[in-house]
């Protein structure tokens, strides 16, 4: 079916000599002759995006949009040969359990541009539309004037959305009989009797399963979370004309029931589950005025619904309380809270000046750590600074972990390890302001106890801590040298010597900036922490951190010898190290002849196994969550990065995955209307005798008795961009 689609500008880049493609004639494509490419045809120019693959890795979807327009939303089962396709479809989540697609529809660009040119408000301009199309019952649902979905991740049917605005309820006939009741003082009008109406910005929240049709509908929600597993949905709702009150609930959608945790006074928000889904958090404030302290609620099972962390903790630090701003996530372990504290609010004095009456004056000294600019660039962001504090379950103790002096910081493994790493560049922010690399101090964070300890100071290169906060390993641009620091027995050691003794690059020497150049950085961690994943040149390096046993080659040298970049992917996000004992997908690209594709190295394998290779770049490879079933796409200077699929068994292996391919897209057919051209490797010695190398690209139908007018473009590394589409996004 051909269909209309819709996407951001096009551009078109040119290497280093681009034959201009105007006024060649050319050949005919199913009966239309090739025209040039003009810039009339750039608004219509479609381009493919925001390919997804469902879990089992039976249904691909993918978005096919114009420069400017309507795009289309496709949804298909290629085992099948099973197709559906959606007008204006974007932001496509399969189910959890891969049973329906879930995405919202725009509303039709022309008659939004019209409203838009006719300057009508923002607020009535046509809302998006929430759409679910359940793959069994081939049934299509809507609900329009939609503005957010949610999903779990793994393991539920359940959908949870928002409307934009409430949603009008049916009204009721009244009977004949029926008098007109006397509003009592609680209900009376909040402006007859003279209170402020409180605004707010609730809206109805829909509980939805699309495979069974169970549905609730809740009025007045401020806000809204899902479990990981989708066995648990939390909201917040708001009451009350002049006063605030809500109510926090939690709905069990295996026994479907909803549980009030909390109904009052106050202000809540941020409502939270851990993993499991059978402990949920929230903060609230009951404070009236402007300046509103926040305290930290739980509830638990069965256990009901308590203060965890309050203004009055002892453990806070001073003047400190808990942060409706900052963000608030569980350990995977379930076992640790980390939320963000800040200085408890004053109200604001009530002050006597009018505001146009006010003179406003930024001063700035020269001794201040930040530029003038960039204090006024952060001056909303630091508004609502927070610390990062952690709650530990198991001993009932606030822990804070943040200070003025601290940068960032990480908590490892998921905060399921009593360790993180804690950056801080204080020390260094003034020089930052024209110093490069920007340096930073790096410290081993005891989250038990909120203690740090110092790794290494001002590192300006590539770092990387081990999951297990043992190990820590910085790159020296200077001396060129990773080193590698054992923080318990604080030894500090090299471990690149056997890279460099073998002539391997550890740094991108073609760098451009100005300054010692960066590594190519950290692949990752093997388990046990027996290897460190070094980048090179070409390979990654298995590198002992401790110094005692020689470097290993992932490739066996292969990546070397036939001067291939190599890049790891690695799909298993949830896991904190990379298993060397499975098969690894590794991406690479020859640097010579440009040529790419990908290999599989397998456990003790002498030599890695080329899976897919050619005269291509990839522009990106996607990969089912739960079994070996992948889509890559593959382009050329003339062929679109259209979607592959591998059509084997999905319960086959890496290895056989990339033997028989389907591909699943056709946008390269546009391109077949036009002249187009061709390109190749041009190599030459320039005026000192160094070897240089460029791309050249012909017209169609190009004629070597001809002259051409042609367009110079000199960069030279641009080399690589040569199975590139050009116009590709």
């Not at 025209?35 to 997804?52: I, Q, T, V």
């Not at 291939?564 to 499975?582: A, G, M, Q, R, T």
């Not at 290895?655 to 391109?671: A, G, M």
């Amino acid at each position: 079916m051909m269909i209309k689609e819709k996407v951001p500008y096009m551009r078109i880049y040119v290497n280093l000599v681009f034959a201009l493609f105007l006024g060649i004639l050319g050949l005919n494509v199913q009966g239309q002759e090739k025209r040039s490419l003009s810039p009339a045809d750039m608004p219509g120019w479609k381009n493919l995006s925001s390919a997804k693959i469902s879990n089992n890795g039976v249904w691909i979807s993918y978005e096919v949009n114009p420069n400017v327009g309507d795009g289309m939303l496709f949804v298909k089962n290629p085992d099948e040969s099973f197709e559906k396709s959606f007008e204006r479809g974007y932001q496509a989540k399969f189910s959890p359990q891969n049973n329906y697609v879930v995405f919202m529809i725009k509303p039709q660009l022309d008659s939004l541009r019209k409203m838009k040119i006719d300057e009508v408000a923002k607020s009535k301009l046509p809302p998006d539309t929430l759409a679910i199309y359940v793959f069994e019952s081939d049934t299509l649902m809507k609900f329009p004037d939609v503005k957010s979905f949610k999903l779990s991740e793994t393991g539920s049917d359940w959908v949870s959305f928002q409307y934009k605005k409430p949603q009008k309820e049916e009204k009721k006939t009244p009977s004949k009989k029926t008098k007109k009741k006397k509003k009592s003082k609680k209900d009376e009008d909040p402006v007859k009797s003279g209170k402020k109406p409180i605004k707010r910005t609730t809206s109805d929240l829909v509980i939805f399963n699309p495979t069974t049709g169970e549905k609730q509908q809740i009025r007045d929600v401020l806000e809204y979370a899902i479990s990981k597993y989708g066995n648990s949905i939390g909201y917040v709702k708001s009451f009350g004309d002049t006063i605030d009150s809500v109510g926090v609930y939690w709905f069990d959608n295996l026994k479907n029931t909803t549980d009030t945790s909390f109904f009052g006074l106050g202000n809540a928000s941020k409502p939270t589950f851990n993993e499991k889904g059978d402990e949920y958090v929230w903060v609230l404030s009951a404070d009236t005025g402007k300046a509103k302290a926040y305290a930290m609620y739980s509830t638990r099972g069965n256990h009901g619904t308590r203060i965890i962390v309050d203004t009055n903790d002892r453990f806070l630090p001073d003047g400190h309380t808990v942060s409706e701003n900052g963000n608030i996530y569980f350990s995977r372990n379930g076992e640790k809270i980390f939320f963000g504290t800040a200085k408890r609010p004053e109200e604001p004095k009530k002050d006597s000046i009018p505001t146009d009456e006010k003179a406003t004056l930024d001063v700035w000294s020269w001794q201040d750590l930040k530029l003038q600019p960039m204090q006024l660039l952060r001056k909303k962001r630091d508004e609502k600074k927070t610390y990062l504090a952690v709650f530990h379950i198991p001993s009932q103790r606030v822990v804070p972990l943040q200070n003025d002096s601290t940068e960032y910081i990480s908590p490892l493994m998921h905060g399921d390890n009593n360790y993180g790493l804690l950056i801080e560049s204080k020390n260094n922010e003034l020089s930052n302001s024209w110093d490069y690399p920007l340096k930073r101090d790096y410290y081993r964070l005891d989250c038990s106890t909120g203690e740090k300890t110092l790794i290494a100071k001002n590192i300006g290169y590539n770092t990387s801590i081990s999951p297990s906060g043992k190990y820590f390993v910085y790159y020296d641009g200077e001396e060129s040298v990773w080193y590698c620091v054992n923080i318990d027995k604080e030894t500090n050691i090299a471990i690149s010597n056997f890279l460099t003794s073998n002539n391997q690059i550890l740094a991108n020497l073609e760098s451009e900036i100005p300054a010692k150049p960066y590594a190519y950085g950290i692949s990752g961690w093997s388990e046990n922490e027996e290897w460190v994943l070094v980048n090179t040149k070409y390979d990654i390096w298995k590198v002992d951190p401790t110094g005692q046993k020689p470097s290993v080659s992932l490739t066996n040298g292969y990546a070397d010898e036939n001067h291939i970049d190599i890049d790891f992917k690695n799909f298993d996000y949830d896991h904190d190290y990379i298993k060397l004992d499975s098969i690894m997908l590794l991406m690479g690209r020859n640097v010579d002849d440009n040529s790419a594709g990908f290999f599989a190295r397998f456990v003790n394998a002498e030599r890695v196994t080329k899976l897919v290779w050619d005269k291509h770049s990839i522009g990106g490879i996607y990969k089912a969550k739960e079994v070996n079933r992948f889509m890559f796409r593959p382009m050329s200077y003339s062929m679109y990065p259209d979607l592959i699929y591998s059509s084997k068994s999905r319960l086959n292996p890496v290895e056989d995955q990339f033997e028989q391919l389907v591909q699943i897209s056709n946008v390269q057919e546009q391109r077949n209307a036009f002249y187009w051209g061709s390109v190749e490797k041009y190599f030459w010695k320039d005026e000192n005798g160094v070897d240089q190398k460029g791309l050249l690209y012909f017209p169609d139908s190009f004629d070597s008795t001809k002259q051409y007018p042609v367009m110079v473009y000199f960069y030279e590394k641009n080399f690589d961009t040569e199975y590139r589409m050009k116009p590709f996004r």
